[in-house]
């Protein structure tokens, strides 16, 4: 059994608050919100990073991109704005290694995307 963090959330083993789950992703409110709107997307299948995605995946990418857009809407923040990140390895403090993007919105965010 996966002991990653994000795979027991997906097992509902520990409580996330989940915003939209179905056969291929789920996405839930990070739990130390970096803005208003800070919610995590990720597969269901466990990719540990960018690094490790294969070509067969590619079809789950592009999913992820098209839920991406229809969970910005839900939260009603298609037209104000709002960012995408992953972060991959240790240069970018990836913490939790289950491949996940960070949707963030609810505010100007700052311009500089790298301090
Ligand atoms: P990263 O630094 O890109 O690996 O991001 C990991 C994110 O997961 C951080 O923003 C954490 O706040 C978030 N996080 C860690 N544990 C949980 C959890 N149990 N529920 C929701 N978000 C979490
Ligand atoms: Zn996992």
């Excluded at 083993?13 to 839930?28: K, L, M, R, S, T």
Aim: some cysteine; glycine content about 6%.
């Amino acid at each position: 059994m996966e002991e990653c963090l994000f795979c027991k959330i997906i097992r509902k083993e520990i409580p996330a608050d989940i915003v939209y789950e179905d056969e291929n992703i789920i996405a839930f409110k990070d739990i130390q919100p970096a803005a208003p709107i800070h919610i995590l997307v990720i597969p269901k299948k466990h990719i540990s990073s960018i690094n490790e995605i294969e070509s067969k995946d590619e079809a789950l990418i592009g999913y992820i991109y098209t839920k991406i857009k229809e969970i910005a809407k839900m939260q009603g923040v298609n037209e104000t704005g709002y960012r995408v990140i992953v972060n991959c390895g240790k240069d970018a403090g990836q913490e939790v290694m289950h491949l996940h993007f960070h949707l963030l919105a609810g505010k100007k965010l700052g311009e500089k995307i790298v301090d």
